[in-house]
């Protein structure tokens, strides 16, 4: 028996050798060929199963004028972005009560005066940035980086076309002159842009003077000043005062809405400081989660890309001076700005608040 089963074990033993003489002989390639294909497919399934940055902002801007940049921003980069809509003051309380388990990647708001606040409420992280600090003019941003103006909004004055000259009127100042008496419309000193406006002036033309105006404007007042800048260009068009002071844009919607409405813009103060002009603008928040990716998305938005469709939304100006303003609003005419830092909107709010009160303007 065991000299039958003696050549069987050894065929048996050849068989097993040549098997593994044919699997040491195929090519090594197909192996690492077939470990690279499955490292590759596990790759881009991680990145296929990598959830996507999103970026969060407060803004106190209206969601009909950053949706469409924001969509348009995801369109492009794949990085969506959620935002909160507020009155400033709401968010920039909202900002501190949260410290640092805020959601929130970037604060936006208009008005100077504002993101001056943010920033000494310490809401924001300073940023430098080439692109921001070549595409945002040095007097429409924080001296320590902490903002930068997205948009410009130029408070002038609009008259009536039917009772008023354009060679009447000159300066804001002469608002104040007695020929102006009981023909000026306001809008109310409790806003924000009045308020930046005597702040700026405050700037420029020093505490003294700047009250010796506002009180003029005041004694010149055909009625008690409105709720806002519409109402106060109604008022003009109504024949109820002659002139009124109001942002740009607010001109720019009352036109779209009754394009046969009586009334133009005038451009003051073209012989010396120029127009007063305030801006709307953003900042990356102090406890930022996204503090990268809300860059990008400010720079994005400060880029040629946006800025057309982002002043354009609004009837404002571009602070991106490659960018050319809508024809709507470059059909209003070219104008000197005042190119004071607007930052003293903010720092010189709480004077200009106080000035008004002893002028009388309420």
């Known amino acids: 028996m065991k000299a039958k089963w003696a050549p069987s074990l050894a065929l048996m033993a050849l068989a097993v050798a040549g098997c593994s003489q044919k699997e040491e002989s195929k090519p ?42 924001f969509e348009k921003y995801t369109a492009e980069t794949g990085v969506d972005v959620r935002y909160v809509t507020d009155k400033a003051g709401p968010l920039m309380e909202r900002l501190s009560a949260e410290g640092e388990s805020t959601p929130a990647d970037m604060f936006m708001t208009v008005d100077a005066g504002n993101l001056w606040q943010a920033s000494n409420k310490g809401l924001f992280a300073s940023l430098d940035s080439e692109s921001l600090e070549a595409n945002v003019p040095a007097h429409l941003q924080a001296a320590n980086n902490d903002w930068f103006g997205l948009s410009i909004r130029a408070r002038t004055i609009v008259y009536s076309t039917e009772r008023v000259k354009p060679e009447d009127l000159s300066t804001y100042e002469a608002l104040a002159a007695e020929d102006w008496k009981g023909r000026l419309c306001l809008r109310t000193s409790k806003k924000v842009y009045n308020q930046s406006l005597v702040a700026t002036m405050i700037q420029t033309q020093g505490k003294e003077k700047t009250e010796e105006i506002v009180k003029g404007w005041v004694a010149n007042l055909a009625t008690e000043p409105f709720s806002n800048d519409t109402k106060a260009m109604e008022a003009v068009a109504a024949g109820q005062c002659d002139a009124t002071i109001v942002n740009t844009y ?94 003293a909107a903010g720092k010189l709010q709480a004077d200009a608040v106080k000035l008004m009160d002893r002028a009388g303007y309420r």
């Open 250 to 343: 607010y001109f720019g919607r009352l036109k779209k809405k009754n394009p046969e409405v009586t009334l133009a813009l005038y451009w003051p103060n073209q012989e010396d400081r120029g127009v007063h002009v305030n801006i709307s603008g953003a900042g990356i928040t102090k406890h930022a989660k996204q503090p990268a990716e809300a860059r990008k998305l400010l720079e994005w938005l400060a880029s040629d890309k946006a800025q057309g469709q982002f002043a354009e939304i609004n009837h404002e100006y571009p602070v991106n001076v490659t960018v050319k303003p809508s024809a709507e609003v470059q059909a209003w005419g070219n104008f000197k700005a005042d190119l004071v830092n607007v930052e």
């Open 28 to 69: 090594a390639v197909e192996t690492t060929e077939t470990a690279a294909a499955v490292a590759e497919k596990a790759e881009v399934k991680a990145e296929a199963t990598k959830e996507a940055p999103v970026v969060t902002v407060y803004s106190s801007r209206k969601e009909h004028l950053i949706k469409p940049l």
